[in-house]
Protein backbone atom coordinates (compact mmCIF):
# COMPACT_ATOMS: atom_id res chain seq x y z
CA UNK A 1 0.00 0.00 0.00
CA UNK A 2 1.51 3.45 -1.04
CA UNK A 3 1.98 6.18 1.59
CA UNK A 4 -0.64 8.16 -0.03
CA UNK A 5 -3.10 5.44 0.26
CA UNK A 6 -3.01 4.83 3.62
CA UNK A 7 -2.80 8.12 4.25
CA UNK A 8 -6.33 8.92 2.68
CA UNK A 9 -7.29 5.74 4.78
CA UNK A 10 -6.30 7.34 8.45
CA UNK A 11 -7.74 10.35 7.60
CA UNK A 12 -11.44 8.75 6.01
CA UNK A 13 -11.27 6.91 9.72
CA UNK A 14 -10.51 9.92 11.41
CA UNK A 15 -13.26 12.22 9.40
CA UNK A 16 -15.71 9.52 10.41
CA UNK A 17 -14.95 9.02 14.62
CA UNK A 18 -15.21 12.96 14.74
CA UNK A 19 -18.58 13.08 13.07
CA UNK A 20 -19.65 10.15 15.50
CA UNK A 21 -18.67 12.17 18.25
CA UNK A 22 -20.30 15.74 17.26
CA UNK A 23 -23.45 13.36 16.47
CA UNK A 24 -23.54 12.10 19.42
CA UNK A 25 -23.15 15.53 21.56
CA UNK A 26 -25.45 16.97 19.67
CA UNK A 27 -28.05 14.41 20.53
CA UNK A 28 -27.89 14.73 23.92
CA UNK A 29 -28.16 18.00 24.25
CA UNK A 30 -31.97 18.82 23.48
CA UNK A 31 -32.51 21.64 21.77
CA UNK A 32 -35.19 24.81 23.45
CA UNK A 33 -37.75 23.92 21.05
CA UNK A 34 -38.14 20.98 23.52
CA UNK A 35 -39.08 22.61 26.50
CA UNK A 36 -42.40 22.79 27.16
CA UNK A 37 -44.78 25.34 28.91
CA UNK A 38 -47.64 24.48 31.45
CA UNK A 39 -48.81 24.65 35.02
CA UNK A 40 -48.21 22.39 37.82
CA UNK A 41 -51.31 21.00 39.36
CA UNK A 42 -50.29 17.94 41.62
CA UNK A 43 -47.14 16.79 42.90
CA UNK A 44 -46.94 12.97 44.35
CA UNK A 45 -43.49 12.53 45.66
CA UNK A 46 -44.09 9.05 46.63
CA UNK A 47 -45.15 7.87 43.29
CA UNK A 48 -43.06 9.93 41.44
CA UNK A 49 -45.51 11.22 39.37
CA UNK A 50 -46.15 15.23 38.35
CA UNK A 51 -50.00 16.44 36.88
CA UNK A 52 -49.17 19.29 34.39
CA UNK A 53 -51.58 21.40 32.55
CA UNK A 54 -49.62 22.01 29.31
CA UNK A 55 -49.73 23.20 25.58
CA UNK A 56 -49.16 21.65 22.98
CA UNK A 57 -46.26 19.18 23.62
CA UNK A 58 -44.67 19.61 19.74
CA UNK A 59 -42.11 17.00 20.15
CA UNK A 60 -44.52 14.36 21.33
CA UNK A 61 -47.22 15.68 18.69
CA UNK A 62 -49.95 16.22 21.67
CA UNK A 63 -52.22 18.71 22.03
CA UNK A 64 -52.88 21.25 25.01
CA UNK A 65 -54.16 18.81 27.99
CA UNK A 66 -53.56 17.98 31.95
CA UNK A 67 -51.82 15.04 32.33
CA UNK A 68 -50.10 13.00 34.41
CA UNK A 69 -46.14 11.81 33.77
CA UNK A 70 -43.54 10.60 35.32
CA UNK A 71 -40.27 12.61 36.10
CA UNK A 72 -36.90 10.63 35.33
CA UNK A 73 -35.63 11.92 38.41
CA UNK A 74 -37.20 12.53 41.73
CA UNK A 75 -35.14 14.84 42.47
CA UNK A 76 -37.02 17.06 40.21
CA UNK A 77 -40.19 17.19 42.17
CA UNK A 78 -38.60 19.71 43.90
CA UNK A 79 -37.68 22.00 41.62
CA UNK A 80 -41.50 23.32 41.22
CA UNK A 81 -44.94 23.33 43.46
CA UNK A 82 -48.41 23.66 42.70
CA UNK A 83 -49.65 26.52 41.04
CA UNK A 84 -46.56 26.99 39.34
CA UNK A 85 -45.47 27.99 35.87
CA UNK A 86 -42.75 26.01 34.35
CA UNK A 87 -40.78 25.14 30.97
CA UNK A 88 -40.25 21.52 31.20
CA UNK A 89 -38.98 18.61 28.49
CA UNK A 90 -41.26 15.36 28.06
CA UNK A 91 -40.38 12.28 26.30
CA UNK A 92 -42.26 8.67 25.96
CA UNK A 93 -39.94 6.67 27.66
CA UNK A 94 -40.76 2.42 27.64
CA UNK A 95 -44.38 3.68 27.19
CA UNK A 96 -44.80 5.93 29.77
CA UNK A 97 -44.78 10.35 29.04
CA UNK A 98 -41.93 11.22 31.30
CA UNK A 99 -40.54 14.19 32.20
CA UNK A 100 -36.59 14.98 31.88
CA UNK A 101 -35.95 18.45 33.20
CA UNK A 102 -37.84 21.33 35.08
CA UNK A 103 -37.16 24.98 34.96
CA UNK A 104 -39.33 27.96 36.42
CA UNK A 105 -40.87 30.16 33.68
CA UNK A 106 -40.08 33.61 33.78
Known amino acids: MSFF ?4 KSLSASMALALMLVSSAMAETP ?17 G ?4 SHGPL ?3 DMPAMTMVFRVV ?6 QAKVNDSIRFEAEKIN ?10 EN
Open 58 to 60: ANL
Open 31 to 47: PANTLSIGVVKKIDLEL
Open 73 to 78: DPKLLT
Open 49 to 52: KITI
Open 5 to 8: SSLV
Open 95 to 104: GAYTVLRIEQ
